[in-house]
């Protein structure tokens, strides 16, 4: 079985799943958008302030989890237009360190709430 991570410094889930579930040895982290945890509202229609705002809700969870960026072992990005694609990558990196996780970048045709960033990762404790 896995215990869900919850935490109030990032945004409250907005459907039927956790913030994040412990399976152990591994943490999986839902796919966060760039809601402000404490208005549950975009912190801006600028990409680069929503992918900010998209990795501090990661690095939230993960802290929940007594994690940090260095242990994520995979993400995930799914970008509204593939046009965001260099700053979404830029913005992203200042948040991790070399060795960086491995990753998959997709535009999709929609994100919830119109997002324009979302990102989603696996980490591993230890």
Do not use: C, H, W
């Not at 412990?22 to 992918?51: A, R």
Request: aromatic share 8%.
């Amino acid at each position: 079985m896995f215990n869900p991570i919850a935490t109030d410094q990032a945004p409250e889930a907005i459907g039927p799943y956790s913030q994040a579930v412990d399976l152990g040895n591994l943490v999986m982290v839902s796919g966060q958008i760039p809601l402000d945890p404490n208005t549950q509202q975009f912190v801006s229609d600028d990409v680069k302030e929503q992918t900010k705002q998209v990795m501090k809700n990661v690095g939230a969870i993960l802290e929940e989890a007594g994690l940090t960026y260095k242990n994520i072992a995979k993400a995930n990005i799914y970008l509204a237009s593939m046009d965001d694609f260099a700053v979404v990558n830029e913005v992203y990196a200042s948040f991790l360190s070399e060795p960086y996780p491995a990753r998959a970048a997709i535009e999709v045709s929609r994100l919830p709430k119109g997002a324009k960033v979302e990102v989603e990762a696996i980490a591993v404790k230890g």
